[in-house]
């Protein structure tokens, strides 16, 4: 991946993550970076196979065209929605961007700061799902973890 720009976008197929994705394709990403979708899945317990390979490291970079493909997306337990691949794929024709993605099993906010050193990421984009106070408190927030752990600048789009 040369030395062009890594931006990441963590996606869950929520609308928040798509605001997310839309607003780092037209605030951040410009021509020749790598635009890098990030999906966390819950942890599985896998008796042998790809994905028994995958926990530790995370899925290889899969490129637009083979996350494009409900078959091919299924090994991973991913189903992209109409409106992400929408986005992914006008950003890599009109930005010429190359947009792939990366699936990871376990705890969102670990694996993003993760992901940010194993990829490495120039920098990572995150939505918020807009909790209130309360909830956060009790459920914790992903983006607050984000925001204070990785080792990369981290914006935050509010839903």
């Known amino acids: 991946m040369g030395g062009e720009r890594r931006i990441g976008v963590a996606i869950d197929f929520s609308d928040g993550s798509r605001k997310a994705l839309k607003w780092a394709v037209e605030n951040v990403v410009r021509n ?25 490291t995370g899925s290889p970079l899969i490129p637009l065209v083979q996350f494009s493909d409900p078959a091919i997306m299924k090994k991973y337990d991913v189903k992209p929605d109409p409106a992400t691949l929408d986005i992914a794929s006008t950003a890599a024709r009109q930005k010429e961007v190359d947009v792939l993605m990366k699936v990871y099993w376990g705890d969102p906010g670990e694996k993003l700061c993760e992901a940010v050193g194993s990829i490495p990421l120039t920098c990572l984009v995150v939505g918020n799902r807009g909790l209130g106070m309360l909830k956060r408190v009790v ?9 204070h752990n990785a080792a990369c600048p981290v914006t935050v789009v509010k839903h």
């Open 32 to 56: 020749g970076d790598h635009l890098i979708l990030i999906t966390i899945r819950p942890e599985v317990v896998c008796e042998g196979g790809e994905r028994q390979l995958w926990e530790a």
């Open 139 to 147: 459920m914790g927030s992903v983006s607050n973890h984000i925001v």
